[in-house]
């Protein structure tokens, strides 16, 4: 009976009501976050690794869902939504990120990034890398 009541509409109307709730879920899926204007310009040099494929689709600490397509990356402290330039040292490479969980939880480690934000900059096979952290915006 509802599909029925569907072909009664114009098509643009249907169109038009389609990008309406398109948007709509869309925009609930994530929150936004503002970074703390004190935080822009803050360095850190440390080593940066990336996550295993085992988390792909889990929910992450700010409530997303990890993708290892998607350039964000965990850090211990900065707030979720912080966006942060990763320079590798060993070849001034570099891929800016959107922090969006919690890490890493291992010794000497200051990023965890996703496997395509790693990709950008480092080889996967090496596993670690030393970078510099900038917080941008």
């Given at each position: 009976?509802?599909?029925?009541?569907?072909?009664?509409f114009?098509?643009?109307?249907?169109?038009?009501?389609?990008?309406?709730?398109?948007?709509?879920?869309s925009?609930?899926?994530?929150?936004?976050?503002?970074?703390?204007?004190?935080l822009?310009?803050?360095?850190?040099?440390?080593?940066?690794?990336?996550?295993?494929?085992?988390?792909?689709?889990?929910?992450?600490?700010?409530?997303?869902?990890?993708?290892?397509?998607?350039?964000?990356?965990?850090?211990?402290?900065?707030?979720?939504g912080?966006?942060?330039?990763?320079?590798?040292?060993?070849?001034?490479?570099?891929?800016?990120?959107?922090?969006?969980?919690?890490?890493?939880?291992?010794?000497?480690?200051?990023?965890?990034?996703?496997?395509?934000?790693?990709?950008?900059?480092?080889?996967?096979?090496?596993?670690?890398?030393?970078?510099?952290?900038?917080?941008?915006?």
């Open positions: 009976m509802r599909i029925l009541i569907l072909y009664n114009r098509p643009s109307l249907l169109i038009a009501l389609s990008v309406v709730i398109l948007t709509s879920i925009s609930c899926s994530t929150v936004q976050y503002k970074t703390d204007p004190k822009i310009g803050y360095t850190e040099h440390g080593i940066a690794s990336f996550y295993a494929m085992k988390f792909q689709f889990r929910k992450t600490s700010s409530g997303d869902r990890f993708n290892q397509l998607a350039l964000t990356a965990a850090h211990r402290s900065l707030p979720f912080t966006k942060v330039r990763v320079t590798n040292l060993g070849n001034n490479r570099s891929v800016t990120v959107k922090i969006n969980d919690r890490g890493p939880f291992i010794e000497g480690r200051i990023i965890d990034l996703t496997r395509y934000a790693f990709s950008k900059i480092g080889n996967t096979e090496q596993g670690l890398i030393k970078v510099k952290l900038e917080v941008i915006y």
